[in-house]
């Protein structure tokens, strides 16, 4: 009979994976989040620094789940001191070190190939403009080291530019063009850049020639609708469907995190993806559903 699902159609199908600092929030653990990822679908799934959650148990999750773990973030240090992550924070090399230690550790216990190495807040009571040099520096450094202890793991570092204008206004690095400059000074094939269209939007928007230019540096892409940060098919000024058909036809092979707040019930807010997986013949329980 015919195949179920034609291979020209599922060739050209996005990969999606869940991220669960965001998703399933109705859930406590990560593990539950995990699962209900699963179940949704989903072939990956992503999270932020897995607070609270020790990696075996993450990690047997995966495994009984049998879907893959494709992005941790390293800590943000200090939280009650302000911090969102030390990469290019003057004066924390060794707390980013150290941070990086153990992201690396961790994703190595739950076979995560890629680390988004957070670059921090310009300092408070300092000025943007007066550090920006210094930071930079520092952050140059710093993905150097992170790029040799990647490498011996066959793991790839991630720099994601977040939006200062609404999100976090103090956060370093905030444009993809500042991103790729630092991404071609480091000058290591194993760092890559970490496109959140969600930011991407609000700082500079021009997604379609932003996407089209930077592809060959982006290791992982992130979406939200904007300005709400809900469902992809939430009202907002985003196109999904259009931006979906991009990818596709720039040849993306990489993960689409949906890093967004569901509105309400996250299976429930999952129709577009079902509305996605159906429009490539696949059944609307997914990748999943269509091998077992
Ligand atoms: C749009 O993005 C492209 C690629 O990053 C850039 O070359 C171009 O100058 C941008 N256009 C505007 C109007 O910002």
Known sequence: GAPRCPAHLLAMALRFSANLSWLFPELPALPARLEAAARAGFEAVEAAWPEGCPAPALHAA??????????????????????????AVPGRQDAFRQGLAAAVQYARAVGCPRIHLMAGRVPQGAERAAVAGEMEATFIENLRHAADVLAQEDMVGLVEPINSRITDPRYFLNTPHQAAAILEKVGRPNLRLQ??????QIMDGNLSRNLESYLPLIGHIQIAQVPGRHEPDSPGELNFPYIFKLLESLGYTGYVGCEYAPKGDT?????????????KGMKPGGPRKATE
């Open 62 to 87: 995966a495994e009984r789940a049998g879907l893959r773990v494709v992005l941790l973030n390293t800590p943000p240090g200090d939280k009650e001191r302000g911090e969102m992550g030390l990469g």
């Open 195 to 200: 496109l959140d269209l969600f930011h991407c």
């Open 267 to 279: 299976i429930e807010g999952l129709g577009w993806l079902r509305s996605y997986w159906e429009s």
